[in-house]
C-alpha cells in the first residue's frame, strides 16, 4: 500500500514522456507534408502548361513554366529523401529540408521573379512545417 504513491507516480512520469515523445516524432511528418502541399501547389503550373501547349489557350508567356515545374519536382523529390533520412537524423533532415527550400526558391524568385507571389499561401504553408520540423528535431536532438 505504502509503494502506490511511487507507482502512481511513475506512471505519471512516463505518461508525460511518452506524450513528449509523440509531439517531438511528428517534425518527419511535417516533411511528408510539406512535399504533400508542394506536390499539390505543382498541379496548377503543370495545368497552365498543359492547357497552353496542347490547346494553345493562354495569352501570357508560358516558356517559364517548364523549369518551374522542373524545380518545384525536384524539390518534392529532395522532401521525401529528406523524409526518409529524417528517421535517423530529424533535425539535420529538417535543417537540410528548410535550407534546401529557401535555395530554391531564392533561385526562383531570383530568375523568374514573375512568379513569385504565384501560390505564396502555400509557400508559406510549406516555410511554416519547415520550421516546424527544425523546432521538432531541435527538441529531440538537443541534450536533456
Known amino acids: ?7 502512481l507516480q511513475s506512471l505519471r512520469e512516463c505518461q508525460a514522456r511518452s506524450a513528449g515523445e509523440q509531439r517531438l516524432l511528428s517534425g518527419r511528418d511535417w516533411l511528408l507534408v510539406a512535399a504533400f502541399v508542394e506536390f499539390l501547389t505543382m498541379l496548377y503550373p503543370v495545368h497552365r502548361y498543359i ?3 496542347v490547346f494553345g489557350t493562354g495569352t501570357e508567356n508560358t516558356a517559364y513554366l517548364p523549369c518551374l515545374i522542373g524545380g518545384m519536382a525536384a524539390l518534392i ?35 523568374l521573379p514573375q512568379v513569385v507571389l504565384d501560390g505564396i499561401a502555400s509557400k ?10 527544425v523546432r521538432t528535431g531541435w527538441l529531440r536532438h538537443r541534450p536533456q
Open 1 to 7: 500500500m505504502e509503494n502506490i504513491p511511487a507507482l
Open 124 to 133: 508559406i504553408l510549406v516555410l511554416l512545417g519547415l520550421v516546424l520540423a
Open 51 to 53: 492547357l497552353a501547349s
Open 77 to 111: 523529390v529532395v522532401l521525401m529523401l529528406l523524409w526518409w533520412w529524417a528517421r535517423y537524423a530529424p533535425f539535420r533532415a529538417a535543417v537540410v529540408a528548410l535550407f534546401v527550400y529557401l535555395f530554391l526558391h531564392g533561385a526562383i524568385a531570383l530568375f
